[in-house]
């Protein structure tokens, strides 16, 4: 009898997020390497996508209570999720997921190992009871570290958090993290320093790559001469939207414009600082299908990410392999020494703003557009794509994920 990997993960295929597409990989993976694989998840809510619900498509197992998919062979139960705007609303349907997908998890038979990603924080302490319940390995992936990265840093509720986090921690059979800077935050909080493993994320490069590209809708991407920055993705609060705001306003006499693709709560403050500021030469543009950004990463001659000061040392944008895979180089503004930071400084595939005064940095952006050439950027991006294709293609990366497993069943 092959062994058994239960996927319990917030989002899964055929939501259309990054982390979705990670792990559809990682099912894949292991289910390439003789692995029976089953994902307990959510119906899409991040950002559904049309084409990808027409080739999955979700039936009604109980209904009520959850749906069943099939993703390449692979069997995916989705319990009801929505995105309400309410508050109340959003705890309660996250606590049902909590309930609904446990009683699941307890009727799924014969599970060797259960891979979760944060966040949620609490997934971690829901699979170290099903561990116990059903005798099987518990891996928790940090892919952002909690409760760090909420605002508040103190009072019982973060107290709480801490002792969950440990816990999750030291019961673990293995914990994996993203990179160094991610392991050296969380390590000291181990009693056994030997259970946390850095795995990176990683590339589709067969779909992300400079070859494939096809005709975009010049309606929406114009064909024009202008130096094109574009950022495509979660318009939320881990990016600072303010230094583009003022970037876009001091470089309006340039031949420079800029594009913003996704939604999120921050896309309502960049369309009232276009209207409020007249920033004519700023985009903000619904999602696209995922099978046109390499073309739309390949319009671009700039992918642009500025990290909130709040979050930066807590996260890292797995954007950053596919924009690197496509050829294209970045201008980021962060911190010192904080994980994206950490990662592009030294491949020659980033401009890269760590200047902490406000104006400085825009005036630092500012002139570099003005200066750098098209030869650079060019050669920055082509760096990029020698660096994917050495360490952080899909094939390279989920291999690690398959030995892992190997290693403590």
Same mark, same amino acid.
């Given at each position: ?10 989002? /899964? ?5 990054? $982390? ?49 998919? !099939? ?7 989705? +319990?009801? @999720?929505?995105?309400?705007?309410? $508050? ?6 996250? +606590? ?10 307890? &009727? ?5 190992? #259960? ?9 971690? %302490? ?9 005798? &099987?390995? +518990?891996?928790? !992936? ?26 999750? =921690? ?7 993290? #993203? ?18 493993? #850095? ?8 779909? =992300? ?21 574009? =950022? ?33 709560? @921050? ?38 990410? /500025? ?5 930066? %040392? ?11 895979? &496509? ?13 994206? +930071? !950490? ?34 950027? @060019? ?11 050495? =360490? ?13 497993? !190997?290693?403590?069943?």
């Amino acid at each position: 009898m092959s062994k058994k990997v239960l996927i319990h993960s917030l989002i /899964f295929s055929p939501d259309g997020v990054s $982390t979705a597409y990670l792990y559809n990989d990682i099912a894949l993976r292991f289910q390439k390497e003789g692995y029976e694989v089953v994902v307990l998840s959510t119906t899409p809510h991040f950002n559904v996508v049309e084409e990808q619900l027409a080739k999955q498509p979700l039936k009604w197992k109980i209904p009520g209570i959850y749906k069943e998919s !099939n993703f390449h062979g692979i069997k995916v139960m989705h +319990v009801p @999720q929505k995105k309400f705007k309410s $508050t109340a609303l959003r705890i309660l349907g996250f +606590v049902y997921w909590h309930i609904i997908s446990f009683l699941l998890g307890l &009727c799924i038979r014969n599970v060797s190992v #259960i891979v979760s990603p944060s966040p949620p924080l609490s997934i971690g %302490m829901l699979n170290l009871i099903l561990g116990k319940l059903k005798g &099987c390995k +518990v891996i928790y !992936n940090v892919q952002e570290i909690y409760p760090d990265i909420l605002k508040k840093k103190t009072g019982p509720i973060i107290a709480c958090l801490k002792k969950v986090e440990r816990c999750i =921690y030291n019961k673990s059979a293995a914990i994996t993290t #993203i990179d160094d800077v991610f392991y050296n935050t969380i390590v000291s909080r181990f009693e056994d320093p030997n259970k946390l493993h #850095i795995i990176p994320n990683f590339v589709d490069t067969d779909l =992300y790559n400079p070859t494939n590209v096809e005709p975009l809708d010049e309606n929406i991407f114009p064909k024009t001469d202008s130096l094109k920055l574009l =950022y495509a993705g979660n318009i939320g609060h881990a990016q600072d939207w303010r230094p583009l705001v003022a970037l876009v306003d001091k470089t309006k006499d340039l031949n420079v414009e800029y594009f913003v693709i996704g939604m999120g709560v @921050q896309r309502s403050y960049l369309e009232q600082q276009k209207a409020e500021k007249g920033l004519d030469k700023l985009h903000v543009l619904d999602y696209q299908p995922r099978h046109l950004m390499p073309s739309i990463l390949a319009y671009s001659d700039v992918q642009f990410i /500025f990290m909130a000061p709040e979050m930066e %040392m807590m996260g890292f944008p797995s954007k950053v392999y596919t924009i690197m895979a &496509c050829e294209r180089p970045l201008l980021i503004c962060s911190g010192d020494k904080t994980p994206i +930071v !950490n990662f592009t400084k030294d491949y020659n595939c980033a401009k890269l703003i760590t200047e902490k005064d406000f104006d400085k940095k825009v005036d630092e952006m500012a002139q570099w557009l003005a200066s750098v050439s098209r030869e650079e950027l @060019q050669k920055m991006g082509r760096n990029g794509y020698d660096v994917i294709q050495r =360490y952080y293609t899909k094939e390279k990366v989920t291999k690690q994920y398959v030995d892992l497993v !190997n290693k403590i069943l």
